[in-house]
């Protein structure tokens, strides 16, 4: 057969399963048995990944869900995401269902692709099994066992800061930023120091990271299939720590020994049953990658804020000044030095708000159900994401300014602000954040004033928000008090 008329058949046999789509989901959305939300399923099989990737890498993620809002409804809409069909709820409203409607209408979902990822963690693991393992891995993260943690923050935090930034005058500051920060995800998860192990799993999570969000196409070279098997070498690993640690007697009671694979291996499940060693494993994977990949990005974001915003410098300088002040040489600091920090909190909470490292969920509909007039068939996801809430003018007036005290001086619509979710599914690390971000900030600002290389550079979501360049940053050093 002629190679044109190939091509040509294979053109026409294309053109004709698009015609055969788009008829099949006119019908079903003009049937009255369902209404659907007003929006686009986008091409077949790809949906609208493709666009929504597109506005993440060139730094406005926040536009997609913006623009549909503004050419569908305020309030809900459908479209096609990583493979699913998606309705996306949108404001505070819609927040509020998805957090309160847990396991009545909806259940926390992810795309495959993450499962593959994350394996047997509570974060995709089925619905009661997750429930009851987020329990054990909740109760290490709460917030007393953070306050008796602080000294091991900032200890780790000055060690990286003397090594990595002291006597530079220049830097890449979002790689040293996720040095740190995996340094103190390996100190409070695994209470692994190694420099040489905890830099291979940081490469090997750097290609985990990239396949997030990815649409799944499980084939060498792609970005899904790298993050699969960067996953499969930590987990190796950590399955290698996790044996070598059973057994062990740890004293809790001594701060040192404290970690979360030690908690995982001698706590039971409200069922009374230990967690296996993948199980453990799975769930350290994605601690260790959200813990310090989320506050990564949020820190590297406070850099940039505070470089263009000297005044909101100079009055957390001030405030970190007066606490360093109260201490003595060579003292650590401690919860209650964190307690003061309220200004720099502000701060931080602006930044979250501004640019959330988590930029939305996923849920899945377990029953049919109806929300503002339209139909959300069963089995379909459901997303919600912060850029609904927290650039709208609605909940936060001057929402593209960067000002802190909004969040002293304003009431805040309850479900507006959702950096970390909400209900009874907020992410459980949220303390384990604070504490590590506000700890960071006091060194920072003690030690230096920066100035941004590159005062234009585009900051990309991919998932998270990214430095192409590393935020390269000019560092001016002044006495530390």
Not at 210 to 226: A, D, E, L, N, S
Not at 269 to 275: F, K, P, S, T
Request: aromatic share 12%.
């Amino acid at each position: 057969m002629d190679v044109h008329l190939t091509i040509n058949l294979l053109y026409i046999l294309l053109g004709l399963s698009a015609v055969a789509y788009l008829v099949i989901h006119k019908f079903s959305n003009s049937s009255g048995r369902t209404r659907l939300p007003p929006g686009s399923l986008g091409w077949p099989i790809v949906g609208e990944t493709l666009e929504f990737q597109r506005l993440g890498q060139c730094g406005k993620s926040d536009e997609f869900p913006v623009q549909r809002m503004n050419k569908y409804n305020r309030e809900i809409f459908k479209t096609h995401l990583f493979g699913e069909k998606t309705i996306t709820l949108c404001g505070a409203t819609g927040n509020k269902f998805l957090f309160t409607g847990e396991k009545t209408y909806v259940l926390t979902w992810w795309p495959n692709s993450l499962k593959k990822l994350f394996g047997d963690s509570f974060f995709t693991a089925p619905y009661e099994e997750a429930v009851r393992t987020r329990k054990v891995v909740s109760s290490f993260l709460q917030q007393e066992v953070m306050n008796q943690l602080v000294e091991r923050f900032d200890r780790t935090c000055k060690n990286r800061l003397q090594k990595d930034w002291r006597a530079r005058n220049q830097v890449l500051a979002f790689p040293l930023i996720k040095a740190y920060a995996f340094s103190v995800a390996c100190a409070m998860f695994a209470s692994m120091d190694d420099p040489n192990w905890q830099k291979m799993i940081l490469d090997e999570f750097n290609i985990l990271l990239k396949g997030v969000f990815q649409f799944p196409i499980y084939f060498p070279g792609t970005r899904h299939y790298k993050a699969v098997k960067a996953a499969a070498v930590i987990r190796r690993e950590l399955i290698k720590l996790i044996q070598s640690r059973r057994g062990l007697q740890v004293d809790l009671d001594r701060r040192v020994e404290r970690n979360l694979i030690s908690h995982l291996i001698g706590t039971k499940n409200e069922d009374g049953e230990l967690l296996s060693d993948k199980e453990i494993a799975d769930n350290v994977i994605l601690l260790m990658n959200a813990g310090h990949d989320t506050s990564s990005s949020t820190m590297m974001m406070l850099m940039k804020y505070l470089a263009e915003s000297p005044d909101c410098y100079n009055r957390v300088l001030e405030e970190q000044r007066e606490i360093a002040a109260r201490k003595s040489p060579g003292e650590l600091l401690n919860k209650d030095d964190i307690s003061k920090m309220k200004y720099s909190w502000g701060v931080i909470q602006e930044v979250l708000r501004m640019s959330p490292p988590v930029q939305g969920t996923f849920r899945k509909a377990k029953v049919d159900f109806t929300y503002s007039g339209f139909s959300i068939p069963k089995g379909w996801a459901v997303w919600w994401t912060t850029s609904t809430t927290h650039k709208s003018e609605e909940y936060f007036p001057n929402a593209e300014t960067f000002d802190p005290l909004r969040f002293a001086r304003d009431n805040i619509t309850p479900y507006s602000f959702v950096p970390f979710g909400g209900g009874p599914r907020m992410c459980p690390g949220r303390e384990f954040a604070k504490v590590e971000i506000l700890v960071f900030l006091h060194n920072l600002v003690s030690m230096f004033k920066w100035e941004l290389v590159f005062p234009d550079e585009v900051i990309s979501v991919d998932p998270m928000p990214t430095s192409s360049k590393g935020l390269p940053v000019y560092l001016y050093s002044h006495p530390y008090l």
